[in-house]
């Protein structure tokens, strides 16, 4: 089974942790997979606390449902943290479902989430795969943003890419992509060019990668709100009203959705995206005697 695609680029997967999602004794909470209703169905859903999330989260429901049922394994595409953490809280309800994601290496930010009964859900081969980019980039090198613009530039999805891990771009470096196995001809034979630079494909093992924890910059700030505007701009060095054409222009994205109010409220744990600009995680939130909220910042350099 797989998910909607586009471009008739599609999918399939496994994984590195795993997580047995069935408890015993199983809590009234938990609904039996074989009996699962509507209305039960529904219940999950009111626990997913981003509601924009309802409807990815709705169909690993059901596609959980369906694997049980039949005693197969299905997979999802690569999911946001924000969807995968939703939907691993909504399958810890449900019985005799076992899930485990993969985004090809431990610290993976973006993973797949293969689902069955846990008879038949033990263990699977990998199915993530990790491709090696490299081109002669001078003292020029790459940015994230421009790897993944010329690889979505073949007609790949950004559903069928896991993380893109920057290397050490000088002279044949590149950058390391993890990616659906279906993909991995195509993108070989597709992806020529990253910006006006050469450059050629190389299947390597999940073992080869190259992980660096990213660098981070930590910052407070004293806001009498929570709003995006408010918040980013402290963290970004950037003013209200330039931020507010960022995010008319759509280069601002909360949990890799798109912003289109600068009144968009935040919470700790939130990541705030801004093209050309990197990312924005929100730490603890205090409130002061004052009434205003004192914010840990977590800039990603």
Known sequence: ?????RNNLFLHSPTFRSFSLSS?????????????????????????????LVEQIKHIIDMANRASLRREVL???????????????????????????????????????????PEVLRSIS??????????????????????LGSILGTGIAREKLGDILL??????????????????????????????VPVSCTLIPLEELEYEPPRIKTLKTVESS??????????????????????????VRINWSTVTKNGAT??????????GSGRLKIGEIVTTKKGKYAIELIRYL
């Open 226 to 251: 929570l709003r995006v505007d408010a918040l980013a701009s402290a963290g970004f060095k950037i003013s209200r009203s330039k931020f507010a054409d960022l995010i008319s222009k759509g280069d």
């Open 167 to 196: 290397q050490a771009c000088y002279g044949e470096k590149g950058a390391q992509v993890l990616i659906v196995p279906e993909l991995v001809d195509y993108m070989m034979s597709s992806l020529d060019k990253v910006g006006k």
């Open 1 to 5: 089974l797989h998910l909607p695609y």
């Open 126 to 147: 990998d199915t993530v795969v990790a491709l090696s980019i490299t081109g002669n980039f001078g003292f020029q090198p790459p940015t994230h943003g421009d790897f």
């Open 24 to 52: 015993s004794p199983i809590s009234p909470e938990i609904c039996q997979v074989t009996q699962a209703t509507k209305n039960e169905v529904d219940v999950l859903l009111k626990g997913v606390s981003d509601r924009n």
């Open 266 to 275: 935040l919470k700790t744990g939130d990541i705030v995206s801004v093209s």
């Open 75 to 117: 997979h999802t595409d690569f999911l946001t943290p924000p969807v995968l953490n939703e939907a691993m809280v909504a399958l810890k309800k449900l019985a005799d479902v076992n899930a485990i994601p993969n985004g090809g290496y431990l610290e993976a930010e973006r993973c797949r989430l293969s689902v069955g009964h």
